[in-house]
């Protein structure tokens, strides 16, 4: 999570401009009903007609701390620029509305040295850079149970989940059948007749013996490159959150939850999930949920103006000149 804009009055070298509830409900309402991700480039690229490689994504939008903050999917690239202090600050690129001075559009975002809005927010101080290291631990975990499960390397979190379910299942049929081979009478070098055993285990019923079965137990119990309980514990408590979250998200958005609900909701949904969903679908709305409202002419003419600046960028036209000149010109 990542801080974007203050609430208040924002000085910037680009000019003043008002954040507000409203305009996060109208920046919110933009980006949702686009339907896709905020870039996050190097140095405004994406504002010059030039290549724009993404150093991340910004996924959703949230208020935090008297602020405007967003949740950010960074690039390997740009993780190593803020983990080495070599880029300290984010420069938002916003639409101000001129009736009010109010900045009701989030264009995009720029990794920057030299932010325009002051005493803007450090990338530092805002993140943890620790998440990064613990995305790369949570990878490589599950990196490691998907090759014991049989998975390839770039399984999903819901492959290696369901896996691990149908693996639990089976290891408890595995229970069942040990306890009644060990109440049978046969012992030593005798057959084993129990085809599910072997099924499970992977050996030939015909001809399989009780030592091969108790060896491939063995080998069950002692398996090479093992993952220890406590790492596996970990990965499932960090997913099971990683859920819950998502579950109150997608009620706060649908306006069935209000927000002095979320600590509630994201208790309930942790503990019983499905009970949770179930709640939300018979509950009515109980939050308005608002529509844009920026005129379309508003927004064309914010777009005609920032084509003007830029032709006139490229002719060698000044911002003032266009200002003093031009202002009227139709």
Not at 92 to 103: F, G, H, I
Not at 135 to 144: N, V
Request: glycine letters at 6%; charged letters at 35%; one cysteine or more.
């Amino acid at each position: 999570m990542v801080s974007l804009l203050p609430f208040g009055k924002v000085r910037s070298q680009k000019g003043d401009f008002i954040v507000d509830d409203e305009s996060f409900k109208r920046i919110r309402n933009t980006f949702e009903e686009r339907g896709i991700d905020i870039v996050i480039d190097y140095e405004h690229q994406t504002l010059e007609d030039v290549q724009a490689p993404a150093g991340g994504w910004i996924k959703d939008l949230f208020i935090r701390d008297g602020a405007i903050a967003a949740k950010v999917e960074w690039t390997p690239k740009a993780q190593e620029y803020i983990k080495n202090k070599e880029y300290k600050y984010l420069s938002p690129v916003v639409l101000v509305r001129k009736s009010d001075q109010k900045a009701v559009v989030l264009h995009s975002v720029a990794l920057t040295n030299t932010p325009a809005i002051d005493g803007m927010f450090a990338i530092v101080n805002s993140i943890n850079l620790d998440e990064f290291e613990e995305g790369g631990k949570d990878m490589e975990l599950l990196k490691k149970l998907a090759a014991l499960l049989g998975l390839p390397e770039d399984a999903t979190e819901e492959q290696v989940i369901q896996a691990i379910k149908t693996a639990v299942g089976e290891v408890g049929k595995l229970q069942e059948e040990i306890k009644k081979l060990q109440e049978g009478k046969g012992e030593g070098t005798e057959p084993v007749t129990n085809k599910v055993i072997c099924g499970l285990l992977g050996i030939d019923s015909k001809e399989a013996k009780t030592e091969d079965v108790a060896a491939a137990i063995m080998a069950l119990k002692n398996p090479a490159n093992f993952v220890p309980v406590t790492e596996f514990n970990k990965l499932k408590e960090r997913l099971d959150k990683k859920d819950s979250e998502e579950l109150v998200t997608k009620a706060l958005k649908t306006g069935k939850i209000s927000a002095a609900q979320k600590e509630w909701a994201e208790e309930y949904a942790l503990k019983d999930p499905e009970g949770f969903k179930k709640f939300v679908e018979k509950a009515p709305q109980a939050v308005p949920m608002g529509e844009l409202e920026i005129e379309d002419t508003k927004r064309n003419e914010a777009r005609f103006e920032e084509a003007t600046m830029t032709v006139c960028k490229m002719l060698g036209v000044s911002k003032e000149d266009v200002e003093k000149y031009g202002k009227d010109v139709k």
